[in-house]
């Protein structure tokens, strides 16, 4: 979920939307309820490693519970979420990143998924359009459902990525789900950004919303400083999780 910070006219740097705001708006409730039950095959993308966790995590327990084929597909390492850190090099960001994720994907059930990382440049898949395009092209065929970050998300890695499922499923026949990540900041109810008729719910039982918030709590190095440095801050303080403590997680169709 690694955070754009270099400009103060990022929508994602500035103030964001307090999720009581979301609770109290009748028009998130009033969408329409997704069903998992006919899905045999999915592959979930992500920009960064802890994305498909906090916008699809419980939807990845569901899934995983039912026994359907699954392949996960990280583009980036997510190395470049403390880009001033002088308590981890990117090197070692990275390492931690890819082993806090693993630990997520076992906290899910979902440690059976074949998982699939791109080792592509954090804040860079801009530049890596063409080769994301292709890499993702390979990974969905031969399923049935791609779910990816919303490509309206305003973060450019979550972009990229939503960019290039949106080509591949066009192409290969899947259907396409877009899970939003940095929207619930920046975005707010009504906000006339947000394609709502394409919006729909998924319930989440009690046991896969535990799962869920134990597989964000593997993500340390995002949700817990990294020291005590401004530039250690976490990436995911308890106002930004708040909007994934929800029993319900948003798809766009």
Same mark, same amino acid.
């Given at each position: 979920?690694?955070?754009?910070?270099?400009?103060?006219?990022? +929508?994602?740097?500035?103030? %964001?939307?307090?999720?009581?705001?979301?609770?109290?708006?009748?028009?998130?409730?009033?969408?329409?309820?997704?069903?998992?039950?006919?899905?045999? @095959?999915? !592959?979930?993308?992500?920009?960064?490693?802890?994305?498909? !966790?906090? #916008?699809?995590? %419980?939807?990845?327990?569901?899934?995983?519970?039912? #026994?359907?084929?699954?392949?996960?597909?990280?583009?980036?390492? #997510?190395?470049?979420?403390?880009?001033?850190?002088?308590?981890?090099?990117?090197? =070692?960001?990275?390492?931690?990143? =890819?082993?806090?994720?693993?630990?997520?994907?076992?906290? /899910?059930?979902?440690?059976?998924?074949?998982?699939?990382?791109?080792?592509? +440049? &954090?804040?860079?898949?801009?530049?890596? %359009?063409?080769?994301?395009?292709?890499? !993702?092209?390979?990974?969905?065929?031969?399923?049935?459902?791609?779910?990816?970050?919303? @490509?309206?998300?305003?973060?450019? &890695?979550?972009?990229?990525?939503?960019?290039?499922?949106?080509?591949?499923?066009?192409?290969?026949?899947?259907?396409?789900?877009?899970?939003?990540?940095?929207?619930?900041?920046?975005?707010?109810?009504?906000?006339?950004?947000?394609?709502?008729?394409?919006?729909?719910?998924?319930?989440? +039982?009690?046991?896969?919303?535990? =799962?869920?918030?134990?597989?964000?709590?593997?993500?340390?190095?995002?949700?817990?400083? /990294? #020291?005590?440095?401004?530039?250690?801050?976490?990436?995911?303080?308890?106002?930004?999780?708040?909007?994934?403590?929800?029993?319900?997680?948003?798809?766009?169709?």
């Amino acid at each position: 979920m690694n955070q754009d910070t270099d400009t103060v006219l990022d +929508p994602i740097a500035a103030p %964001g939307t307090a999720e009581t705001a979301w609770q109290e708006w009748d028009g998130l409730r009033s969408l329409p309820a997704l069903s998992l039950a006919d899905i045999d @095959s999915a !592959v979930v993308l992500a920009a960064h490693p802890d994305d498909q !966790v906090l #916008g699809f995590g %419980g939807g990845l327990a569901l899934l995983a519970a039912r #026994g359907v084929r699954l392949r996960i597909v990280v583009a980036t390492d #997510g190395e470049a979420s403390h880009p001033h850190s002088r308590t981890r090099t990117a090197a =070692r960001l990275a390492e931690v990143r =890819r082993a806090e994720d693993a630990s997520a994907l076992a906290a /899910l059930g979902a440690a059976h998924a074949e998982v699939l990382r791109l080792g592509l +440049p &954090d804040s860079g898949l801009d530049d890596r %359009g063409g080769l994301l395009a292709a890499r !993702v092209a390979e990974a969905v065929r031969g399923f049935e459902l791609c779910v990816a970050p919303w @490509s309206g998300d305003m973060h450019p &890695d979550h972009e990229s990525v939503g960019r290039a499922a949106r080509r591949a499923c066009a192409a290969g026949g899947l259907v396409l789900w877009q899970y939003p990540v940095w929207m619930w900041h920046w975005a707010a109810p009504a906000d006339e950004r947000v394609p709502w008729e394409r919006a729909a719910l998924l319930e989440l +039982p009690d046991w896969a919303w535990v =799962r869920k918030q134990e597989a964000v709590a593997c993500h340390r190095s995002q949700i817990l400083p /990294l #020291g005590p440095a401004p530039e250690d801050a976490p990436i995911l303080p308890a106002a930004e999780l708040s909007h994934f403590r929800r029993r319900r997680e948003l798809v766009l169709r």
